[in-house]
């Protein structure tokens, strides 16, 4: 497992077509759809704060650059974040 630690810089709002689905078969149907809010959520690695030892400063050290940026129609999902929290970041291999 790697560990990555970011912060929730903010998030872009958009429009997005959703296909409906076909309550009797369960199939998707992409001749029609539906207008949802989607938001972008953007992260960046947490930076240096100048403290020797500190969490932030190692995770600066091992990864100083990057960008993540999450694209959900789901509000449950992001109503998680709060902006300008930290959070950890755990890539694990899917096998």
């Known amino acids: 497992m790697v560990r990555a ?3 929730f810089d903010g998030y872009e709002a958009s429009l997005h077509a959703k296909p409906t689905i076909d ?22 690695p947490v930076f240096h704060n100048g403290i020797p030892g500190h969490e932030n ?14 694209g959900t129609i789901n509000p449950e999902a992001w109503n998680k974040f709060e902006i300008g929290k930290e959070y950890y970041l755990d890539f694990t291999p899917a096998d």
């Not at 199939?27 to 809010?37: F, H, P």
């Open 5 to 7: 630690k970011f912060k």
């Open 23 to 44: 309550p009797t078969t369960g199939k998707t149907d992409y001749s029609k759809t539906t207008s949802v809010e989607k938001r972008s959520l953007k992260f960046s």
């Open 57 to 70: 400063t190692k995770f600066w050290e091992a990864s100083p650059s990057g960008q993540l940026v999450l």
